[in-house]
């Protein structure tokens, strides 16, 4: 009986382990697979007022806090709008990195707010960026004179 009650113990810590949570800043958790955890600075960003036609980029920075390397394995947009570059080799623990957002705001005037989705062996987050885009103010147009 006691082998048995060990066994069990044994099969339930080694289960709580692989589903081990990540929690971000902002209070979002996800299952993780590894001994890898990504933690963010931030997981939203705004902009405020960008005139349109410019690419507002942010950088996320995160740090893998775990103790095996940290492999981002897809880091997605919620729309072809926003880009996100992320980094293709591994963290190790302790160290740091970026995921970069691009927000292209030509012919998108008004507010918006985007989401980049990242998944890794430290636990899936999402990101937010938003903005308002406004048009870029006409110049002044210079009177012209004409003498005869």
Known sequence: MK?????FVAIISLISLT???????NGQSSQKSSNASIKFNNTSHSFGNII???IARHEFKFTNEGTEPLMLDNVS?????????????SIAPGQSSVIIAEYNSQGRPGTFTKNIFVKSNGG???LTISGNVVKEPEKPK???IIYR
């Open 142 to 144: 210079s009177p012209i």
């Open 52 to 54: 349109e036609g410019q």
């Open 124 to 126: 899936e987050v999402t």
């Open 19 to 25: 589903n081990a949570q990540v929690i971000t800043g």
């Open 3 to 7: 082998k048995i009650t060990l066994l």
């Open 77 to 89: 947009a919620s729309c072809g709008c926003t880009t996100p570059k992320w980094p293709r080799e």
